[in-house]
């Protein structure tokens, strides 16, 4: 992470003087942002719904929290339970406007890295775009056997319709609790659960006010870069085998130091080499004598296997799975997959908006400590 991203970080923690200087701006911000919401909740502005149901994953605070793992995690438990689900994304990081189809191949420089990884991950359609609605038409034009869009990072595009939006929250919470740029806060925390909302705590316990539930993560292992983009799956042996060796840990991403704790829990000895978030690896950041290296996948997507040389690099994969609690509030929320029956003219099925009495219900009464 740069020094100035560092420092920025820091001052999101408490309510020093830089961010209490930088307040007037965060009462502009602040003021903008909520005749916008006011707009659309009295309808002088419209949200645009798309043909299927819409489950939007975000956070209220700048940086990254998780929502690419928890967007993953979603995908995976509709799949299992019935649902035709695709990904939209604004890719940040890549070259295009779009709306522009994701492909396994499709560089991440024009993308986004996260988009790509999605894609490979996940396996589902994915579209990209900065308007996230017209993302989603392309998708579902493309593909109208889909019956749910997750939308990955859309909580603040009110212009998308959503039927379950989905909060995350990392060990930060909401930090100094002030909006941007005197806080980490794109928006104010709510005193209640906002309608169709469910919670995830991306750390070991709630750190807001929010009922919710929490996510275990951890590391799967590690897979050799080249069988990485073959398909292969990652190991905890081949983890193991590090252990006592000199290894360089590199991560572009906006919280590194959460990668190189996983890794030392792991028992291995890393030297840590922290990069700008969505880092583009023009050029290899760690030296050309290095025997080995781990990135995330968020990295191996930019990393072709013919540049590394002698080195050997690695992918580690993250194991992140919420509590059953939370997935079975996304489905309560969110009805039953569509029927044939339920198809419209070209395959999708009509949006429906779900109630959020049972989730409030259930949410009140238990914690985001729950297992």
């Given at each position: 992470m740069s020094g100035w991203s560092d420092r920025i970080q820091r001052t999101w923690t408490s309510r020093g003087v830089l961010s209490t200087l930088l307040l007037p701006l965060a009462l502009l911000f602040g003021g903008v942002s909520a005749c916008r919401r006011l707009l659309y909740r009295n309808g002088w502005l419209h949200a645009d719904r798309v043909s299927v149901r819409i489950i939007v994953v975000g956070n209220l605070v700048a940086g990254g929290a998780g929502k690419t793992p928890t967007v993953l995690a979603l995908v995976d438990l509709l799949s299992r339970h019935g649902y035709r689900p695709g990904i939209v994304s604004r890719g940040y990081g890549g070259n295009t406007s779009g709306p522009l189809a994701v492909e396994v191949d499709t560089p991440a420089l024009t993308c986004g890295d996260e988009p790509l990884l999605m894609r490979r991950r996940a396996g589902v359609p994915v579209c990209v775009g900065q308007d996230r609605v017209g993302a989603a038409q392309a998708l579902l034009a493309a593909h109208p056997e889909l019956d749910v869009v997750v939308s990955d990072d859309g909580l603040q595009?009110?212009?998308?319709?959503?039927?379950?939006?989905?909060?995350?929250?990392?060990?930060?919470?909401?930090?100094?609790?002030?909006?941007?740029?005197?806080?980490?806060?794109?928006?104010?925390?709510?005193?209640?659960?906002?309608?169709?909302?469910?919670?995830?705590?991306?750390?070991?316990?709630?750190?807001?006010?929010?009922?919710?539930?929490?996510?275990?993560?951890?590391?799967?292992?590690?897979?050799?870069?080249?069988?990485?983009?073959?398909?292969?799956?990652?190991?905890?042996?081949?983890?193991?085998?590090?252990?006592?060796?000199?290894?360089?840990?590199?991560?572009?991403?906006?919280?590194?130091?959460?990668?190189?704790?996983?890794?030392?829990?792991?028992?291995?000895?890393?030297?840590?080499?922290?990069?700008?978030?969505?880092?583009?690896?023009?050029?290899l950041p760690w030296p050309r004598a290095a025997e080995h290296v781990i990135v995330t996948e968020k990295d191996a997507v930019k990393l072709d296997p013919s540049r590394v040389g002698a080195t050997r690099v690695w992918v580690a994969a993250l194991d992140f799975v919420p509590a059953p609690e939370f997935d079975a509030a996304v489905l309560r929320l969110l009805g039953p997959p569509a029927a044939p029956s339920s198809l419209n003219y070209h395959g999708n099925a009509t949006a429906q908006s779900a109630g959020l009495s049972d989730l409030q219900g259930t949410a009140a009464a238990r914690t985001a400590s729950d297992p």
């Open positions: 595009h009110l212009q998308m319709a959503r039927d379950v939006q989905v909060l995350v929250f990392d060990e930060r919470g909401v930090g100094n609790g002030r909006l941007l740029p005197a806080g980490p806060l794109r928006e104010p925390l709510p005193a209640t659960l906002p309608p169709a909302s469910v919670v995830l705590y991306n750390a070991p316990a709630a750190t807001t006010s929010l009922p919710g539930w929490t996510a275990r993560r951890g590391l799967a292992g590690i897979v050799a870069l080249d069988a990485w983009w073959s398909g292969a799956h990652p190991s905890m042996e081949s983890l193991a085998l590090l252990r006592g060796l000199p290894v360089i840990a590199a991560a572009g991403m906006a919280r590194p130091e959460r990668f190189f704790a996983m890794l030392k829990t792991c028992g291995l000895d890393i030297t840590t080499l922290p990069l700008p978030d969505h880092y583009e690896y023009g050029e």
